[in-house]
């Protein structure tokens, strides 16, 4: 099955610093690559995603790019904000017919020092 | 919509007992996930459905799992007997697929399962 590695697992910026977050997925076959932001002792919800038909796609302060090549794809969040401190995850799954399975990464904690 | 909804939002148990999750996906949503979420193993797939009808229960520990969808509105997992390892927040999402395309899944507030 997918596996979907995360790294790093904790990071701390200033406010106003940029921050990436970078994702390796192992199936060939995964063709969606969701991102996925969980405030504290909230529910995880999509911030943004990609699909394997396009390289990055960019949403005001959030970017996503994707090496298909590579097998890998990250978060980029530029200007950063203490409203942006959460944990972010990212996700991989084959999509089409019957056979749809979000594989999630272990997560990072952000954290944004004012 | 209200969303996903999930009931109990916290839930204190003992060793031994059984333990029954519920979930209410969004109206008109076609498949159904549970997920469950610790410090140590992150989110993690335990059961999916498409159309009420179980596709990939692999994510499920053991037989002391079991996720039923009766109908296209409510799904329940459910624990027996429930163990101190069991403890964890359990979330359920829903989402609405259409052929080939992938969407956004929307996850629940999720169940805080304690088992002393």
């Known amino acids: 099955g997918e596996n979907v590695e995360q790294h790093p697992s904790t990071l701390s910026v200033q406010e106003g610093d940029s921050a990436v977050i970078k994702c390796t997925y192992s199936d060939s076959a995964s063709n969606y690559f969701p991102w996925y932001k969980q405030e504290l002792g909230k529910r995880p919800q999509l911030i943004i995603d990609?699909?394997?038909?396009?390289g990055e796609k960019k949403d005001q302060r959030i970017a996503v790019t994707l090496n298909k090549t590579a097998k890998h794809f990250s978060l980029h969040i530029t200007e950063t904000q203490p409203e942006d401190s959460a944990v972010y995850f990212c996700?991989?799954?084959?999509?089409?017919?019957?056979?749809?399975?979000?594989?999630f990464g272990k997560g990072t904690l952000l954290t944004v020092n004012p | 919509d209200a969303g996903v909804i999930q009931s109990p939002r916290h839930e204190v148990t003992e060793m031994g007992q059984e333990v029954t999750l519920r979930c209410k996906p969004i109206?008109?949503?076609?498949?159904l996930f549970w997920y469950r979420q610790t410090m140590m193993r992150g989110l993690e797939l335990l059961i999916y459905f498409n159309n009420n009808v179980p596709i990939d229960d692999s994510g499920m520990p053991e037989d002391r799992f079991s996720a039923k969808m009766p109908n296209a509105s409510f799904s329940t997992l459910k624990i027996q007997p429930s163990e101190p390892r069991d403890s964890a927040v359990y979330f359920c999402?829903?989402?609405?697929?259409?052929?080939?395309?992938?969407?956004?899944?929307?996850f629940g507030e999720g169940s805080r399962l304690t088992v002393l």
């Open positions: 999402a829903s989402i609405f697929r259409r052929g080939a395309r992938t969407g956004e899944l929307f």
């Open positions: 990609i699909r394997s038909n396009v």
């Open positions: 109206s008109g949503h076609n498949s």
């Open positions: 996700a991989a799954s084959p999509s089409g017919g019957s056979n749809y399975k979000l594989t």
